[in-house]
């Protein structure tokens, strides 16, 4: 039986070559555009309309269907509205993590299996899954697992952390295998050339990087606060908000012949506290504590054993951009608690724990709270980063 996927297209390189392969298998291949966000720029534009004309240029092209579907209000009450609250408590959320986990394998999987008719939903993530693409061999009701993928440096697992069973078992991602410059080059070969050489999105897709600022001011009111130095605990500088801030950014105070960067955030206090240098110890921690997980798969040790703590050894990543690294972990009650096997920078309230098993992605727990820092441990010179992490 010919097997129905659709394919979701951003107007992006990624999306447009995993539906080009899809479709050179033999699959029958629709596209879907998801409008997430409908409200104008200061240009009164909107910004996703631009992505929306390639993708329909996209389909096209690969002469498939063109289908849009609006998850704006799905948007705005499952990844917007919960980000703004952490931002106003002081936390740096990752909507990218939670737009993945409701609207792409959630509301998108639903729509594309109900009302489209498809068996699977493919898109243009670099992540492998257990079972691989082959849909001849598709079992719907088979648990898989989320694992990295080959081009290491574009492994997206970090972002797709907190998928459900629901969602993965009906992916597919057609690009986890390949190198980002062999999908390009599959893209320039195939009358793609455009869209091979589009600039890529980073951040949140609506919101341009320098003027994140005036974006966030819309929502949230400012708050007069102060920067008050580690080392001294004086006030050094003042701001508008903590919600403009997040550990381990440039605070970019006037009048010092050096640069502070952020440490630690009050929320209720709208107090920002800073220390000089990036290397600063203040900015580096071994530990950190979280959230309960959410385990994709099957969790990697007995969590309901009345043992009052049950640890196990696995990797860790917070950044999209670091390498993984060695860690233990401590299941205490309601939350985890990590040891890390050397320090990292800037581990920040809010982000994601992600934990990896070798090639497998376990999971990921929102981190609550970094452990005492190098500076509170008494150590007090400037660190030195792993060029890995540099």
């Keep these: 039986m010919l097997r129905r996927v659709a394919c979701a297209i951003s107007g992006g390189v990624d999306s447009a070559v995993s539906a080009l392969l899809m479709k050179q298998k033999g699959y029958d291949v629709v596209g879907v555009f998801m409008k997430n966000w409908d409200l104008l720029n200061e240009h ?92 001849s061999k598709w079992n719907p009701h088979e648990e898989r697992k989320l694992l990295k993928a080959s081009d290491t440096w574009k492994d997206q ?76 605990g004086k006030v050094i500088g003042e701001h508008k908000g903590t919600h403009y801030w997040t550990v381990g950014q440039c605070a970019k105070i006037g009048g010092y012949n050096v640069k502070y960067f952020i440490v630690h955030i009050d929320p209720e206090s709208q107090n920002i506290t800073v220390a000089a240098g990036t290397h600063h110890p203040a900015l580096f921690s071994t530990s950190l504590s979280t959230e309960l997980p959410h385990w994709i798969s099957q969790p990697p040790c007995d969590f309901t054993s009345q043992s009052d703590s049950t640890s196990f050894k696995c990797q860790f990543r917070f950044q999209h951009i670091h390498p993984i690294i060695d860690c233990q972990v401590h299941h205490h009650g309601n939350r985890l608690d990590v040891d890390l096997n050397f320090p990292l920078r800037a581990l920040t309230s809010g982000q994601y724990a992600v934990f990896y ?15 005492p820092s190098l500076y509170d441990m008494d150590h007090r010179e400037p660190v030195n980063i792993p060029k890995a992490f540099s």
């Design 44 to 135: 009164g534009n909107c910004t996703l309309d631009k992505d929306r004309d390639d993708a329909i240029d996209v389909c096209g092209k690969l002469g498939i269907p063109f289908h849009e579907v609006s998850f704006v209000k799905e948007y705005w009450n499952d990844v917007f509205v919960p980000m703004l609250g952490e931002y106003e408590n002081g936390q740096t959320p990752n909507p990218d993590v939670m737009c993945n986990r409701h609207i792409k394998f959630d509301a998108l999987v639903n729509y594309a299996v109900n009302t489209l008719g498809v068996d699977s939903v493919a898109t243009g993530h670099y992540a492998r899954i257990s079972g691989g693409n082959d849909l």
């Design 157 to 232: 697992t970090l972002f797709l952390s907190r998928i459900q069973q629901a969602g993965l078992r009906r992916a597919i991602f057609p690009i986890g295998g390949l190198q980002k410059t062999k999908v390009k080059d599959i893209a320039r070969g195939t009358g793609l050339e455009r869209i091979a050489n589009k600039k890529e999105s980073v951040g949140i897709c609506f919101i341009e990087q320098k003027k994140f600022h005036s974006f966030i001011e819309q929502y949230i009111e400012p708050k007069n606060g102060q920067f008050i130095c580690v080392e001294t």
């Design 357 to 371: 098993n070798d090639l497998e992605c376990l999971g990921s727990a929102k981190i609550l709270h970094p452990g």
